[in-house]
């Protein structure tokens, strides 16, 4: 089954970190990128930094330039979010999604270009 699933979302303080995890199977893992995404109430989903695990290129968008770092683990076809001094405005329900990586503009971590989605994982920052 091809599928993406997430992990590691919880309720933390300001400042603090969390890392989230999106395990994915029934795919060839290197032929894919990967992207993390977040989606805070009442706005639109928005990309937040994206990995190509065949070479380990990233790529982040503004909301996750400085504090988060997206990560692989190739032998467990799992890639990781470190997320760092967290802020009450990061708090959202975070997804990672996965497109085929030749001929994507998958760099861009846009919303509309990554078809395999997984259910998400939610990150509460408190002040």
């Known amino acids: 089954e091809v599928q993406l699933v997430e992990s590691g979302g919880g309720l933390v303080q300001a400042g603090g970190s969390l890392r989230l995890s999106c395990a994915a199977s029934?795919?060839?893992?290197?032929?894919?990128?990967i992207g993390w995404f977040r989606q805070a109430p009442g706005k639109e989903r928005e990309g937040v930094a994206c990995i190509s695990p065949r070479d380990g290129s990233t790529y982040y968008t503004d909301s996750g330039k400085g504090r988060f770092t997206i990560s692989s683990d190739n032998a467990k076809n799992t890639v990781y979010l470190q997320m760092n001094s967290l802020k009450p405005e990061d708090t959202a329900d975070y997804y990672c999604a996965a497109v085929f990586r030749d001929g994507s503009s998958w760099y861009r971590v846009n919303v509309g270009d990554f078809g395999l989605w997984g259910q998400g994982t939610q990150v509460t920052v408190s002040s």
């Open positions: 029934g795919f060839i893992f290197d032929d894919y990128a």
